[in-house]
């Protein structure tokens, strides 16, 4: 079982060195990933002569507390993703939301696997610095030590 | 102009309890208002779709299993980069 061991290390404002816990708190357990379309739709694709995109890359916070994985919409676009569904997000602060769903699949940089999330759903993640929230669909394959005091974490899948 | 698989997810709502009986646990895929097939598996489904209409988006859904909202905390309350004055502390040995 591969496992991928992070220790966070950050800068404030000012360019300082900020020690790894407090990188941890701030920005929360992220990995960079690359994303591209499932790969049982880009080998149909390939098959049919229709070229596919580059794959995105960017960074994927792990959440813990989302149902789904989530992929930013606008990179859903870049990816020209299909979608396969239309699911409603829920709110607790303001009105619910119809979220178009698409099938991705995720390669942990530094992680020799790709994990298939066929149901990740379009949000605006850009504006946060994210490519992708890493939920529970995509968590129950795998597992997640969180270490707060010496700021790392490790994802084993 | 129509929502996206508005016409998708109408017509498997007009069908669900009908597929289920008769392929309970199985992927669907739907097109317009045509159902291509029922599948063992999601990827087996998602090939298929492929197959049949290229980059088109089309509909997939598992018989039997309840559409529920999808809940998405640090998204839908704006928690996303929070980054409180006071963080939290613990204590203890």
């Known amino acids: 079982m591969p496992i991928l061991n992070i220790q966070l290390a950050g800068q404030d404002p000012s360019g300082n060195q900020i020690p790894a816990f407090v990188a941890l708190q701030q920005r929360g357990p992220v990995v960079q990933v690359s994303v591209s379309v499932e790969q049982n739709i880009a080998q149909q694709l390939l098959a049919q002569g229709i070229a596919l995109p580059a794959p995105e890359t960017g960074f994927a916070l792990i959440d813990t507390g989302a149902t789904s994985t989530c992929i930013d919409e606008a990179a859903a676009a870049r990816l020209r993703l299909p979608a396969i569904d239309v699911v409603t997000v829920a709110s607790a602060s303001h009105a619910s939301t119809q979220q178009n769903v698409h099938p991705i699949q995720i390669e942990v940089i530094g992680l020799p696997i790709t994990i298939s999330a066929p149901r990740a759903i379009a949000a605006p993640l850009a504006a946060q610095g994210l490519l992708v929230l890493i939920g529970r669909d995509v968590l129950q394959h795998c597992t997640l030590f969180y270490n707060g005091p010496t700021g790392s974490f490790s994802l084993s899948v | ?93």
């Open chain 2, 1 to 93: 102009m129509a929502a996206l698989l508005e016409v998708e997810r109408e017509f498997y709502a007009a069908h669900e309890a009908e597929w289920a009986s008769a392929h309970p646990g199985r992927f669907v895929v739907v097109k317009g208002e045509h159902l291509l097939g029922a599948f063992d598996s999601m990827e087996q489904a998602l090939a298929a779709g492929a197959a049949s209409f290229g980059a088109d988006s089309f509909l997939v859904r598992k018989l039997g299993e309840k559409q529920e909202a999808v809940n998405i905390p640090a998204l839908s309350l704006g928690l996303l980069r929070a980054n409180p004055q006071h963080p939290a502390s613990g204590s203890g040995s």
